[in-house]
């Protein structure tokens, strides 16, 4: 009864259209759309945190058989959360938010347009050093959490996408 209802569970898992995003490997549809991507310049320190962390994730450089250019506007803020009764702030919480948009280069129209973002919270020290140095170490793990969200979403386009002729 048992390998006669794991038979029927494989059975069922088989015809259920599920596949591998990145089938293929290197030379797959999904991985040959983003290594055709590039990646148009971001303002700001959080921008280049941001450009760098979406070509590693790309395998983009600055490729001349580019077929795409992913745009990236960037929001980064931090607000105070916890007050003391001196009125010192306790905690921050930063938030990085970014509208990316994937622009056919072929014929300039813009395919995909979306947003994506995390945020992080920050321990404010009796070090201002110290509370400098987490504000920027959460903002390059917030770029790494956001240009994941990107390539992902991209790679679901991708993968929607007929390859070209």
Sequence with gaps: MKALLLLAGALALSGCGLRPLYGGGAAGPVQSVLASIQVAPIEGQSGWLMSNALRDRLNAGENAAARY?????????????????????????????????????????????????????????????????????????????????????????????????
Excluded: C, F, H
Aim: cysteine-free; glycine content about 8%.
């Design 69 to 165: 250019r992913l745009e990236v506007r960037l929001d980064d803020r931090i607000a105070g959360l916890g007050v003391r009764r001196d009125d010192s702030v306790t905690r921050e919480r930063l938030t990085l938010r970014a509208r990316y948009q994937l622009v056919d280069l072929n014929n300039g129209t813009v395919v995909l347009d979306a947003t994506a973002g995390s945020d992080a919270g920050i321990d404010v020290v009796g070090s201002e050093y110290a509370t400098i140095a987490a504000e920027r170490t959460a903002l390059e793990r917030l770029s790494g959490i956001v240009a994941d969200q990107i390539v992902g979403r991209v790679a679901r386009y991708a993968n929607a996408t007929p390859a070209p002729q």
